[in-house]
């Protein structure tokens, strides 16, 4: 798909990602970025081509992750649909298609909403690491945030004195990507979503990043919508493909 306008490409995008929320280890293995994710979730687990692939090349990915003690999981992007074909062909099916949306980061930066209060901190303290084991970040998706080599914060929000909501987020290259949020249930629709945000943003904005990103999937209805109504642009998207049992 075409990227909107004053807006990095999609692959600048997800190099951001890939610096801001790091897989362990990266090797190169034949025309494969192979990751090692240590419980970090699948973006930072899942294979990627660096260029065109064969069913040889196939095994090769499929032995390393196993090495590593991996399930084999792929990540296709768009543009990638002979690697979707072949993998389908071998009995992968897709799981977790997600959108990539950004924006200009003044376009969102501002006063933050009444009555919201609001933290940014490096490192997290322990109140915000207990809200994000909360919200299923355990500690391997902590791991990730901890090796990022990029400027970075914990964001924390209140609502009406309630805790509301956690997220992460780290800048590369101008492009600040938000990761791990989290708004428990019982704050929902009170506008904790909202507020991260905007807290983002203003974080971004007071750091040098003119681009704010994020990662979210297709399945979640109500984030979608969300971000879209804040002026988040739809610049992408991809999936991932796992063995299917």
């Known amino acids: 798909m075409n990227k909107p306008e004053n807006l990095p490409a999609l692959r600048d995008i997800l190099s951001a990602s890939e610096i801001t929320w790091p897989a362990a280890s990266r090797r190169h293995i034949g025309a494969w970025t192979v990751r090692e994710g240590q419980d970090g979730g699948k973006r930072v687990s899942a294979a990627t081509k660096d260029w065109p692939v064969t069913e040889a090349d196939l095994f090769a990915a499929e032995n390393a992750m196993r090495a590593l003690h991996q399930t084999p999981l ?38 933050v909403p009444d009555p919201g209060t609001v933290f940014t901190m490096w490192p997290p303290i322990a109140i915000v690491k207990e809200f994000f084991e909360e919200g299923g970040i355990g500690s391997g998706r902590q791991a990730v945030m901890e090796r990022a080599d990029c400027e ?94």
């Open 74 to 111: 792929f990540c296709v992007r768009d543009g990638e649909e002979a690697l979707d074909k072949m993998l389908e062909d071998h009995g992968y099916g897709v799981i977790d298609p997600v959108n990539v949306y950004a924006m200009p980061v003044a376009e969102l930066a501002g006063n």
């Open 152 to 245: 970075k914060a914990a964001i924390f929000v209140q609502i009406s004195a309630e805790p509301g909501g956690a997220a992460y987020i780290g800048i590369s290259k101008g492009i600040a990507v938000i990761h791990a949020i989290f708004v428990p249930e019982r704050v929902r629709r009170r506008g904790a979503a909202t507020l991260i945000l905007k807290t983002a943003a203003n974080w971004a904005q007071k750091h040098g990043a003119t681009t704010l990103a994020l990662i979210v999937t297709q399945g979640n209805h109500a984030a979608n919508p969300l971000y879209a109504s804040l002026g988040m642009r739809l610049v992408g998207h991809y999936h991932y493909r796992i063995k299917e049992a």
